[in-house]
Protein backbone atom coordinates (compact mmCIF):
# COMPACT_ATOMS: atom_id res chain seq x y z
CA UNK A 1 0.00 0.00 0.00
CA UNK A 2 1.39 3.52 -0.80
CA UNK A 3 0.18 6.33 1.29
CA UNK A 4 0.88 9.91 -0.39
CA UNK A 5 1.61 12.99 2.08
CA UNK A 6 0.77 16.59 0.82
CA UNK A 7 1.61 20.00 2.48
CA UNK A 8 -1.60 22.40 3.32
CA UNK A 9 -1.40 25.73 3.65
CA UNK A 10 -1.92 25.16 7.01
CA UNK A 11 1.72 24.41 8.43
CA UNK A 12 0.48 22.43 11.54
CA UNK A 13 -1.65 19.91 8.85
CA UNK A 14 -0.73 17.61 6.86
CA UNK A 15 -2.72 15.79 4.36
CA UNK A 16 -2.54 11.66 4.39
CA UNK A 17 -3.89 10.17 0.70
CA UNK A 18 -4.25 6.43 1.09
CA UNK A 19 -5.48 5.93 -2.55
CA UNK A 20 -8.59 4.24 -1.44
CA UNK A 21 -12.07 5.85 0.15
CA UNK A 22 -11.38 6.82 3.60
CA UNK A 23 -15.19 8.36 4.42
CA UNK A 24 -16.65 7.93 0.36
CA UNK A 25 -19.66 10.43 1.43
CA UNK A 26 -19.78 13.17 4.19
CA UNK A 27 -16.47 13.90 5.88
CA UNK A 28 -15.82 13.60 10.28
CA UNK A 29 -13.70 15.47 12.27
CA UNK A 30 -12.27 14.55 15.64
CA UNK A 31 -10.97 17.08 17.84
CA UNK A 32 -10.19 14.91 20.62
CA UNK A 33 -9.22 11.32 21.90
CA UNK A 34 -12.27 11.07 23.63
CA UNK A 35 -13.96 11.67 20.31
CA UNK A 36 -11.38 9.18 18.35
CA UNK A 37 -12.95 6.15 20.61
CA UNK A 38 -15.85 6.38 17.75
CA UNK A 39 -12.78 5.39 14.95
CA UNK A 40 -10.35 2.62 15.55
CA UNK A 41 -8.29 4.86 12.88
CA UNK A 42 -8.62 8.15 14.66
CA UNK A 43 -7.98 6.43 17.86
CA UNK A 44 -4.56 4.96 16.94
CA UNK A 45 -3.86 8.08 15.18
CA UNK A 46 -4.48 9.96 18.96
CA UNK A 47 -2.65 7.51 20.39
CA UNK A 48 0.76 9.43 18.94
CA UNK A 49 2.52 12.25 20.67
CA UNK A 50 1.06 15.76 19.61
CA UNK A 51 -1.82 14.92 17.46
CA UNK A 52 -3.87 17.67 18.07
CA UNK A 53 -6.80 16.54 15.36
CA UNK A 54 -7.85 14.07 12.89
CA UNK A 55 -10.06 14.58 9.77
CA UNK A 56 -11.36 12.50 7.32
CA UNK A 57 -12.51 13.63 4.16
CA UNK A 58 -14.17 11.16 0.92
CA UNK A 59 -10.44 9.86 -0.05
CA UNK A 60 -8.23 11.62 2.21
CA UNK A 61 -7.60 12.23 5.78
CA UNK A 62 -5.78 15.43 7.61
CA UNK A 63 -4.19 15.21 10.74
CA UNK A 64 -3.37 18.72 12.95
CA UNK A 65 -0.14 18.15 15.04
CA UNK A 66 0.12 20.78 18.50
CA UNK A 67 2.07 23.80 17.50
CA UNK A 68 4.76 23.59 19.66
CA UNK A 69 5.17 19.46 19.16
CA UNK A 70 7.60 17.54 17.20
CA UNK A 71 8.10 18.35 13.46
CA UNK A 72 5.97 16.56 10.61
CA UNK A 73 9.63 14.53 9.81
CA UNK A 74 9.43 12.96 13.49
CA UNK A 75 5.18 12.57 13.21
CA UNK A 76 4.95 11.25 9.79
CA UNK A 77 5.90 7.95 9.76
CA UNK A 78 4.29 6.87 12.81
CA UNK A 79 0.92 8.67 11.13
CA UNK A 80 1.56 6.43 8.22
CA UNK A 81 2.42 3.35 10.02
CA UNK A 82 -1.30 3.94 11.25
CA UNK A 83 -2.69 3.87 8.76
CA UNK A 84 -1.68 1.30 6.68
CA UNK A 85 -2.15 -1.12 10.12
CA UNK A 86 -5.98 0.21 9.89
CA UNK A 87 -6.41 -0.27 6.41
CA UNK A 88 -3.93 -3.80 6.32
CA UNK A 89 -6.57 -5.32 9.09
CA UNK A 90 -9.81 -4.57 7.25
CA UNK A 91 -11.10 -2.80 10.67
CA UNK A 92 -14.29 -0.68 10.84
CA UNK A 93 -13.08 3.23 9.40
CA UNK A 94 -16.28 3.84 12.84
CA UNK A 95 -17.21 1.82 14.96
CA UNK A 96 -20.91 0.19 15.08
CA UNK A 97 -22.08 2.80 17.98
CA UNK A 98 -20.45 5.42 16.19
CA UNK A 99 -22.73 8.35 14.41
CA UNK A 100 -23.01 8.49 10.76
CA UNK A 101 -20.81 10.72 8.79
CA UNK A 102 -21.60 14.08 9.24
CA UNK A 103 -23.37 15.91 6.43
CA UNK A 104 -22.27 18.26 3.92
CA UNK A 105 -23.59 21.26 5.87
CA UNK A 106 -25.12 21.79 9.00
CA UNK A 107 -28.57 23.07 8.39
CA UNK A 108 -31.32 21.53 7.31
CA UNK A 109 -32.62 24.07 4.19
CA UNK A 110 -36.30 22.82 5.41
CA UNK A 111 -36.00 25.12 8.04
CA UNK A 112 -35.95 28.35 5.73
CA UNK A 113 -38.90 29.59 3.48
CA UNK A 114 -39.98 31.10 0.44
CA UNK A 115 -37.40 32.95 -0.95
CA UNK A 116 -34.24 32.56 1.76
CA UNK A 117 -34.93 29.06 1.09
CA UNK A 118 -34.35 29.28 -2.58
CA UNK A 119 -31.27 31.64 -1.57
CA UNK A 120 -29.70 29.01 0.73
CA UNK A 121 -30.28 26.46 -1.90
CA UNK A 122 -27.92 28.87 -3.94
CA UNK A 123 -25.37 28.93 -1.81
CA UNK A 124 -25.10 25.43 -0.82
CA UNK A 125 -24.96 24.82 -4.30
CA UNK A 126 -22.06 26.89 -5.02
CA UNK A 127 -19.94 25.69 -1.53
CA UNK A 128 -20.72 21.82 -3.26
CA UNK A 129 -19.81 22.50 -7.04
CA UNK A 130 -16.96 25.66 -6.36
CA UNK A 131 -15.69 26.01 -2.85
CA UNK A 132 -15.97 22.56 -1.58
CA UNK A 133 -13.80 20.80 -4.22
CA UNK A 134 -11.38 23.50 -3.79
CA UNK A 135 -11.03 23.70 -0.21
CA UNK A 136 -10.64 19.68 -0.23
CA UNK A 137 -7.52 19.81 -2.18
CA UNK A 138 -6.01 21.57 0.20
CA UNK A 139 -7.19 19.09 3.20
CA UNK A 140 -9.95 21.15 3.96
CA UNK A 141 -13.70 21.38 4.11
CA UNK A 142 -16.22 24.38 4.34
CA UNK A 143 -19.73 23.78 5.49
CA UNK A 144 -22.65 25.91 5.66
CA UNK A 145 -24.25 26.70 9.44
CA UNK A 146 -26.79 29.30 8.50
CA UNK A 147 -27.66 32.28 6.86
CA UNK A 148 -29.11 35.28 8.23
CA UNK A 149 -31.78 36.89 5.73
CA UNK A 150 -32.35 40.04 7.55
CA UNK A 151 -28.62 40.88 7.75
CA UNK A 152 -27.44 39.06 4.60
CA UNK A 153 -24.96 37.22 6.29
CA UNK A 154 -23.73 33.63 5.77
CA UNK A 155 -22.36 31.34 8.86
CA UNK A 156 -20.06 28.63 7.61
CA UNK A 157 -17.68 26.19 9.52
CA UNK A 158 -14.27 25.82 8.28
CA UNK A 159 -12.70 22.17 8.65
CA UNK A 160 -9.64 19.96 8.75
CA UNK A 161 -6.99 21.99 7.21
CA UNK A 162 -8.74 25.18 6.98
CA UNK A 163 -9.68 25.25 11.13
CA UNK A 164 -6.91 27.17 12.66
CA UNK A 165 -5.15 27.86 9.36
CA UNK A 166 -3.34 31.16 9.25
CA UNK A 167 -4.59 31.67 5.79
CA UNK A 168 -8.40 30.48 6.46
CA UNK A 169 -9.44 34.53 7.09
CA UNK A 170 -8.27 35.35 4.02
CA UNK A 171 -9.62 32.66 2.37
CA UNK A 172 -13.03 33.13 3.70
CA UNK A 173 -12.81 37.06 3.26
CA UNK A 174 -11.37 37.17 -0.51
CA UNK A 175 -12.14 33.87 -2.21
CA UNK A 176 -15.60 32.17 -0.45
CA UNK A 177 -17.23 35.65 0.37
CA UNK A 178 -16.25 37.23 -3.23
CA UNK A 179 -17.94 34.46 -4.68
CA UNK A 180 -20.73 34.02 -3.15
CA UNK A 181 -21.78 38.04 -3.00
CA UNK A 182 -21.16 37.59 -6.72
CA UNK A 183 -23.32 34.44 -7.83
CA UNK A 184 -25.64 35.37 -4.77
CA UNK A 185 -26.51 38.88 -4.52
CA UNK A 186 -28.40 38.49 -1.38
CA UNK A 187 -25.41 37.70 0.19
CA UNK A 188 -23.25 40.75 2.14
CA UNK A 189 -20.81 39.00 4.60
CA UNK A 190 -19.48 35.67 5.11
CA UNK A 191 -18.46 34.47 8.80
CA UNK A 192 -17.15 32.04 10.11
CA UNK A 193 -19.00 29.74 12.73
CA UNK A 194 -17.17 28.87 15.97
Known amino acids: MFIQTEATPNPDVLKFIPGRDVMGEGTREFRSAVEAEASPLA ?31 QMKAPILAAIMEHYTTDAPLLTDAAAPAEPADG ?5 YEGDTAQIV ?10 IRPAVAQDGGDI ?29 LKSGVENMLKHYVPEVTRVEQAL
Not at 44 to 66: K, N, S, Y
Not at 121 to 130: G, P, Q
Not at 153 to 167: E, T
Open 121 to 130: AEIKELLDTR
Open 107 to 111: HDASV
Open 143 to 171: TFSRFEAASGVVWLHMRGACAGCPSSSAT
Open 43 to 73: RGIFELTDVRRVFFGPDFLTVTRAPSGREWP
